[in-house]
């Protein structure tokens, strides 16, 4: 009677000389690619700004935060700058695409618009001048974009959005929400856009948020809970620092699942000295 052999077990050499080339592939795979990680990382501390403005009775914060798994870097920017007529200009923004490509990418669209801010008082006109010159460039990526311009002695306010998430303020006296601002097309996709602009005035004590999808949206959260959720956390803390407004936001991102990078960016107003 004929039995069929059983197949010889591995033995420990076998075993060692499969891990070893299985480690020394990895290595060769693994190396080149956390290269590229930690030069995107490089690039999004050096493009992000050192330092916020501040002004009697404004405070502004800011915190940034890669990806949990540390893969997906350089899509996520804020911005905040004086004009030359002295006011403040407040921008968020989040590039399609991770790594490399969109930090440099990233990195461009904030001195792009920075050098437009200071010649367009428009925030409408900043990004549409924004969008055409990135079209210029042939890049294949895209953004999108808000973009704020405070003026801190009268505090009105002027917006324009480029199909980015929403914002969301609270102030000391209880009320708070999301805006629904009207928007254009994110940046980078087709020339001569049109970008509304909404006004308003921060005269109350309170708080306003720019944020990027990364704090909102996830596998866990959908962007709708995840919205009216840091709205809530800002309303309960409303009277915190713009500093610490900016961490306990950042922090609720985890709930998430922050499978994206993310951002904030906070401006914490007083309320404003009646005439």
């Given at each position: 009677?004929?039995?069929r052999r059983?197949p010889?077990?591995a033995?420990?050499?076998d075993l060692?000389?499969t891990?070893?080339?299985?480690?020394?592939?990895?290595?060769q795979?693994v190396?080149?690619?956390?290269?590229?990680?930690?030069?995107?990382?490089?690039?999004?501390?050096?493009?992000?700004p050192?330092?916020?403005?501040?002004?009697?009775g404004?405070?502004?914060a800011?915190r940034?935060?890669p990806?949990r798994?540390g893969?997906?870097?350089?899509?996520d920017?804020?911005?905040?700058f004086l004009?030359p007529?002295g006011?403040?200009?407040?921008a968020v923004g989040d590039?399609?695409?991770h790594?490399?490509e969109a930090a440099?990418f990233?990195g461009?669209?904030?001195?792009a618009?920075r050098a437009?801010?200071?010649t367009a008082?428009?925030?409408?006109?900043?990004?549409?001048r924004?969008?055409?010159?990135?079209l210029?460039?042939?890049?294949?990526l895209?953004a999108?974009?808000s973009f704020?311009?405070?003026d801190?002695?009268?505090?009105e306010?002027?917006?324009?959005?480029?199909?980015?998430?929403?914002?969301?303020?609270?102030?000391a006296?209880?009320r708070?929400?999301?805006?629904a601002?009207?928007?254009?097309?994110?940046l980078?996709?087709?020339a001569r856009?049109h970008?509304p602009?909404t006004?308003?005035?921060?005269t109350?004590d309170?708080?306003?948020?720019?944020?990027t999808?990364?704090?909102?949206?996830?596998?866990?959260?959908?962007?709708?809970?995840?919205?009216?959720?840091?709205?809530?956390?800002?309303?309960a803390?409303?009277?915190?620092s713009?500093?610490?407004?900016a961490d306990?936001?950042?922090?609720?991102a985890?709930?998430t699942?922050?499978?994206?990078?993310a951002a904030?960016l906070?401006?914490?107003h007083d309320?404003?000295?009646?005439?």
């Amino acid at each position: 009677m004929n039995r069929r052999r059983t197949p010889r077990s591995a033995s420990a050499e076998d075993l060692l000389s499969t891990l070893q080339h299985l480690t020394a592939r990895a290595r060769q795979e693994v190396g080149p690619h956390q290269a590229r990680v930690e030069l995107a990382q490089a690039l999004q501390r050096k493009m992000l700004p050192a330092a916020l403005p501040v002004f009697p009775g404004l405070q502004t914060a800011a915190r940034y935060a890669p990806a949990r798994d540390g893969l997906d870097i350089g899509g996520d920017w804020y911005d905040a700058f004086l004009l030359p007529d002295g006011a403040l200009a407040l921008a968020v923004g989040d590039v399609q695409g991770h790594d490399v490509e969109a930090a440099a990418f990233m990195g461009q669209i904030r001195v792009a618009m920075r050098a437009i801010a200071s010649t367009a008082a428009d925030p409408g006109e900043v990004m549409g001048r924004t969008n055409d010159l990135l079209l210029s460039m042939d890049s294949t990526l895209f953004a999108t974009c808000s973009f704020f311009r405070l003026d801190p002695r009268t505090r009105e306010c002027e917006s324009a959005r480029a199909g980015h998430v929403a914002c969301v303020w609270a102030t000391a006296d209880g009320r708070s929400g999301v805006t629904a601002d009207d928007g254009g097309l994110p940046l980078g996709i087709e020339a001569r856009q049109h970008y509304p602009v909404t006004r308003r005035t921060l005269t109350d004590d309170g708080a306003f948020v720019l944020l990027t999808d990364g704090v909102v949206e996830g596998p866990s959260l959908t962007i709708g809970d995840g919205l009216d959720r840091v709205r809530r956390l800002l309303s309960a803390h409303v009277g915190d620092s713009a500093e610490e407004l900016a961490d306990r936001l950042l922090e609720a991102a985890v709930f998430t699942g922050h499978e994206d990078d993310a951002a904030v960016l906070v401006l914490r107003h007083d309320a404003f000295p009646s005439a």
